[in-house]
């Protein structure tokens, strides 16, 4: 028997995975009568375990609210129902009534005796939702279920915002016998992002045999390294919502698989979740870099982050990143006032893999090579703390003129 192993697939969005239908529709949730599409339907015949997280912040969106109640239940899920344009957050009884609403609506046509719909919006924050418009949207999106490659691409198109381009991505992970699971994913996100969470939603699907606590588990553990390890502009949303549906329509049994293949999709749900995280980065509100920070040598990981955050969230380092301009003394100073005990003469600095400072003194010899890193779209500075063996890794961006030009007014 060969190892389990992994590899990408030319991604169609969430309709790559067996059992799941999807589609996407305009209805003008946004009322600006264009003809965006802004609300769609994941869903299963089969009832799926589920796992989701959500934002922390303590001012959460009516749908996320219906979203963590119906995951502490016991009725059986089926999909969710999204849209666009609108947040539904800080909207009151009203809102949260309007959210049971659009799920409601779908699960008449969909689910069957106490079958349930999940819900989640983005958008606008402080408008109720346009009651009328959504009904519509639920009964074209229903009637637009289809397993085929344009409802896995219209539902990733429906969830966009300020979002410049769709966001999915595909695994196949195969077992020792031959036997295979998919794993696919979508997430919007594009402004007022920030870990735990960013102004984003995704949405995955397997085919897997998986119970929701072990789904909750495994996905617990790939956000933490992924869309919990991404900032912007360091604002945290109030809508974002990360979940992951299972529907059992495949041959693998998680209970039953070998630690190999366990670990094959682990790597997968991982490589999955990153490169959703990674593409919301890179398509954040008019950037124009993505730079990953590795914090190494820390006491601690939440030390590491510590300063990773504070560097991210300087607007000094990140318009200097706009700039090209590689004033690694930005990067140190804020590293100093992280609240970390860092030690000047301990600091090792590096853009990708060439120092630029060392025992409290730049190399200033290198200044050609710094240069030549940080013109690239994508470049990855590394910080040795010289504290202790742990470290974290965060994504970031730059700030640019014209993210505050986009942001003045709505």
């Not at 983005?122 to 519509?136: A, F, H």
């Not at 060439?354 to 910080?383: A, C, H, M, S, Y």
Request: glycine share 10%.
């Amino acid at each position: 028997m060969s190892a389990p192993i992994f590899k990408e697939i030319d991604s169609h969005g969430i309709t790559d995975v067996p059992g799941f239908r999807a589609s996407g529709v305009h209805c003008d949730v946004r009322q600006k009568g264009n003809d965006q599409l802004d609300l769609g339907i994941i869903f299963s015949e089969n009832p799926c375990s589920v796992a989701g997280t959500f934002t922390r912040n303590r001012i959460k969106a009516a749908p996320v609210l219906k979203c963590m109640e119906l995951l502490d239940g016991d009725d059986p899920i089926h999909g969710v129902v999204a849209n666009s344009g609108n947040a539904n957050a800080c909207t009151g009884v009203e809102g949260l009534a309007n959210a049971a609403a659009m799920t409601e609506q779908a699960e008449e046509y969909l689910c069957g005796q106490g079958g349930k719909l999940l819900v989640c919006s983005t958008g606008r924050i402080g408008r109720q939702l346009p009651m009328k418009e959504v009904r519509k949207g639920v009964e074209l999106a229903v009637g637009h279920l289809t397993d085929d490659s344009t409802g896995g691409k219209n539902f990733a198109k429906c969830i966009l915002t300020s979002d410049t381009r769709e966001k999915k991505i595909t695994v196949v992970v195969e077992s020792e016998s031959g036997d295979s699971v998919t794993l696919a994913g979508v997430a919007k996100g594009a402004g007022m992002i920030r870990p735990d969470m960013a102004t984003m939603l995704a949405f995955l699907a397997t085919d897997l045999k998986i119970s929701q606590v072990d789904l909750q588990t495994e996905l617990g553990l790939a956000v933490k390294t992924s869309f919990n390890a991404i900032t912007v502009d360091g604002d945290m949303s109030t809508n974002d919502t990360v979940l992951c549906f299972a529907n059992g329509v495949g041959s693998v049994n998680w209970n039953s698989a070998s630690g190999s293949f366990k670990e094959a999709f682990r790597e997968a749900l991982d490589l999955v979740c990153k490169r959703l995280a990674k593409l919301i980065v890179g398509d954040g509100e008019k950037i124009t870099k993505v730079v990953t920070l590795k914090i190494e040598t820390a006491e601690s990981e939440n030390s590491a982050l510590e300063v990773a955050y504070a560097i991210a969230h300087s607007p000094l380092v990140k318009s200097s990143w706009a700039g090209s301009d590689p004033n690694w003394g930005r990067v140190v100073a804020a590293a100093g006032y992280s609240g970390v005990p860092v030690v000047e003469n301990d600091l090792r600095m590096f853009y990708d893999d060439v120092l630029v400072f060392e025992k409290g003194l730049p190399v200033d010899v290198n200044l050609p090579k710094w240069q030549t890193v940080v013109d690239q779209k994508e470049f990855v500075i590394r910080l040795d703390l010289g504290m202790g063996e742990a470290s974290a890794e965060l994504i970031a961006s730059d700030l640019t003129p014209e993210y505050i030009n986009f942001n003045m007014k709505e």
